[in-house]
C-alpha cells in the first residue's frame, strides 16, 4: 500500500518567508509525528499528534514553528519568518496506535528545506 | 530522560567482511529500542525492533541486534556485508511514557569493494 508521502520534496525560500510543508500519514494510522534532520542537531522530535488528544509540542524548537493535523489525516508543518538556521530535511512518520503496545513509525522521504 | 549515544560517526569495512555497529542508551524507564537504515537521498527505513522477550533481535538484509541490559548496549551486527549496505543507521529509543523517538547521531556504513 501507499507508504507516508511528503510535498514539497524541495523547498528554497528567503529569509523571512513562510513555509509549509505538508505530510499524507498512511491510510489509518492515527498517530503522526514531524522530526528534522539538520548537520548541526542529528534528528530531532518537533511535534506529535495522536488522535483527538492534544499534541506534544515539546519537540518544537520555537514559536515560529507550529502544525496542525486536520480530519485526523493530513498534517501541515508551518515555520514563520524562517532564518538559515531552519534549513534542514523535515521528515514526517505515522504510526498505528493504542493496544498498549508499541507500534513502529513508518517515515516518509522528507522534504528538503533551504532557507537562503 | 533518555538519550543514544552512537560512538562511531563513520565505519569503514570492505565487502563481505563482517561489522557492528555500536548503540548504548540511557533510560530510567522500560525501553524499546530500534535501529533504522537511511539509503542516500531516501527516507528512514526499519530495520529492527527490541520491544522484549529474546535479547538477540534479527531484522531485515541480514542484520541482527543485541539488547545488553547490564550495558545499556543496542549493537548492530551483519557477519557480511554487501556493498549496497551502504547507509547511515541510526539507533533509536523509545521511553516507557511517552511516544516520541530519541534519535543517535547515526554512523554512516561505507562498504568498499
Known amino acids: 500500500g501507499a507508504g507516508v508521502s511528503q510535498s514539497p520534496s524541495n523547498k528554497v525560500t528567503e529569509k523571512g518567508k513562510d513555509v509549509e510543508l505538508r505530510c499524507d500519514p498512511i491510510?489509518?494510522?492515527?498517530?503522526l509525528y514531524w522530526y528534522r534532520q539538520s548537520l548541526g542537531q542529528g534528528l530531532e522530535f518537533l511535534i506529535y499528534?495522536?488522535?483527538?488528544?492534544?499534541?506534544?509540542k515539546s519537540g518544537l524548537p520555537s514559536d515560529r514553528f507550529s502544525a496542525e493535523r486536520t480530519g485526523g489525516s493530513v498534517s501541515t508543518l508551518t515555520i514563520q519568518r524562517t532564518q538559515q538556521e531552519d534549513s534542514a530535511v523535515y521528515l514526517c512518520?505515522?504510526?498505528?496506535?493504542?493496544?498498549?503496545?508499541?507500534?513502529?513509525?513508518?517515515f516518509g522521504p522528507g522534504t528538503r528545506l533551504l532557507v537562503l | 530522560a533518555q538519550s543514544v549515544t552512537q560512538l562511531d560517526s563513520q565505519v569503514p569495512v570492505f565487502e563481505e567482511a563482517p561489522v557492528e555497529l555500536r548503540c548504548n542508551y540511557s533510560?530510567?524507564?522500560?525501553?524499546?529500542l530500534f535501529w533504522y537504515v537511511q539509503y542516500p537521498n531516501q527516507g528512514l527505513q526499519l530495520l529492527l525492533k527490541?520491544?522484549?522477550?529474546?535479547?538477540l533481535v534479527k531484522g531485515i538484509n541480514g542484520f541482527e541486534a543485541e539488547f545488553n541490559k547490564s550495558q545499556t548496549s543496542f549493537h548492530l551486527r551483519k557477519p557480511s556485508v554487501h556493498i549496497s549496505d551502504t547507509a547511515e543507521y541510526f539507533c533509536?529509543?523509545?521511553?516507557?511514557?511517552?511516544?516520541?523517538?530519541?534519535f543517535g547521531t547515526g554512523t554512516l556504513l561505507a562498504v568498499q569493494p
Open positions: 512518520a505515522s504510526s498505528l496506535s493504542g493496544g498498549g503496545l508499541v507500534k513502529t513509525q513508518y
Open positions: 491510510s489509518g494510522h492515527t498517530a
Open positions: 499528534f495522536q488522535g483527538n488528544s492534544a499534541p506534544d
Open positions: 533510560s530510567s524507564v522500560s525501553v524499546y
Open positions: 527490541y520491544l522484549s522477550g529474546s535479547t
Open positions: 533509536a529509543v523509545r521511553g516507557g511514557a511517552t511516544n516520541k523517538l530519541i
